[in-house]
């Protein structure tokens, strides 16, 4: 595939699955109707609120990947392979509630589905957000390792689109408003020109409440680090076009991957 159309999908989630459900086929629709192909969901998409028993009740089990099975546990994951089928496009669920395997922990796992709507990969975020930022105005203490199940390994899923690369929050994400204004362009632009790819960054944006607010600014970085397409603070997405062809002039140009000694 020479070019490919992807859309990175900025939303205000809150406590209510059932409209957050809504707003997810909204703008995946949106966006398939653009053009793209791949469409990525931020962190916690579902569901973003406070109430860990809550969190745990919705929690689901996911299928094995890499066996075709559609089976769905549970109506989040069943209405997103439906969205997934109906809209046409492979679909990045960004943090997805697994559930684990330790007593009263989840997965916060990233979550590729196919346009047949099959589980196509799974990625279990590894390295959790365990913060204190207390020391800064409106900062609070976030510790994800209360609640969250680390996962252990990395993931890269073989598509017809191309090599896929997982990854949840620093992105896909949930980025605080706090670290968001000083790390969140800097991180995905240097992710880019270090690994010559291009990035698709869904995110949250907005007031999820009366003590959270995440940073928004979905964006594409190029493999030169150019941003592409990015939303500002309101929900919607950031579409744009990958060039593969470019990203093999850059690979040329600048061959930091072939210089790897480790």
């Known amino acids: 595939m020479s070019d ?15 409209a957050n459900l809504d707003r997810c086929r909204e703008l995946v629709r949106e966006a398939a109707g653009a ?16 109430d860990q028993d809550h969190r745990l009740a919705l929690a689901e089990h996911l299928p094995a990947t890499g066996t075709g099975e559609r089976a769905a546990s549970g109506p989040i994951l069943l209405a997103m ?29 990233s979550v590729l589905i196919d346009p047949d709507g099959a589980v196509a990969a799974v990625y279990r975020k590894i390295h959790l957000f365990d913060v204190d930022l207390s020391g800064l105005p409106g900062g609070k203490r976030f510790c994800e390792s209360d609640a969250i199940e680390p996962g252990t390994e990395v993931v890269v899923a073989d598509t017809p689109l191309g090599a896929i690369g997982l990854s949840v929050c620093y992105v896909p994400s949930a980025f605080t408003a706090e670290t968001g204004k000083d790390h969140w362009h800097v991180l995905l632009r240097a992710r880019a020109i270090e690994n010559q790819v291009y990035v698709l960054a869904p995110a949250q944006a907005g007031s999820h409440g009366p003590t959270r607010r995440s940073y928004g600014h979905a964006l594409v970085v190029d493999p030169w680090g150019t941003i592409l397409a990015e939303c500002g603070e309101p929900e919607g997405f950031a579409l744009a076009r990958l060039d593969f062809a470019y990203q093999d002039k850059v690979r040329a140009a600048l061959p930091v991957l072939s210089h790897r000694k480790l």
Request: glycine share 14%.
């Open 81 to 109: 392979q439906e969205l997934a089928r109906s809209a046409g496009v492979w679909l990045i669920l960004g943090g997805f509630p697994e559930r684990g395997q330790m007593a009263r922990r989840l997965r916060n796992s």
């Open 4 to 18: 490919l159309v992807v859309a990175a999908v900025q939303m205000t989630s809150s406590d209510n699955v059932e």
């Open 35 to 50: 053009g793209a192909l791949l469409v990525g969901l931020p962190e916690n998409f579902a569901y973003l609120g406070g």
